[in-house]
């Protein structure tokens, strides 16, 4: 299941590339405007501005903006930031692979081939889809 954290990441990201003037937006609306902590949407956005996605500006007219232009953020990159591996099992992750403790084979397990092809169905989604993509879905 989807975290609150990488639900509200989304949410915040995707209202700050609807803004046409491009301008930092301050926490506070963001909050507001999504129904999101304010508290809480700020360690999102803490996050998200050192993981390079936005960039901040203190003072008068400060407030958080996006570095890349929305079509150049995949969602992938965003999951993966905020919630860390895309894969459900740590033995067909990608880029977290750990073998699993209680699989004494993985080309013989079922689970492990379910799992890949759920991983695959994830990636060719999120994948496929930017922050442009999402925050201008009608």
């Known amino acids: 299941m989807l975290s609150k954290k990488t ?9 700050i590339a609807r803004k046409k003037d491009r301008k930092p937006v301050q926490a506070s609306e963001i909050s507001e405007s999504e129904n999101i902590s304010q508290k809480f949407l700020e360690s999102i956005l ?10 901040s500006k203190k003072g008068k007219g400060g407030g958080y903006y996006l570095i890349k232009e929305p079509g150049e953020i995949k969602m992938t990159a965003v999951i993966r930031v905020l919630e860390g591996p895309i894969a459900m099992v ?12 209680d699989c004494p084979d993985e080309k013989t397990c079922s689970v492990h081939r379910l799992m890949i092809q759920v991983r695959d169905a994830s990636l060719n989604v999120l994948g496929e889809n930017t922050l442009e993509d999402i925050a201008f879905m009608q």
């Open 7 to 15: 639900k509200y990441g989304i949410k915040a990201l995707a209202y």
């Open 90 to 101: 740590p033995c067909v992750s990608l880029n977290y692979y750990e073998k699993c403790e």
């Open 46 to 55: 803490l996050e998200l501005r050192k993981s390079g996605f936005l960039g």
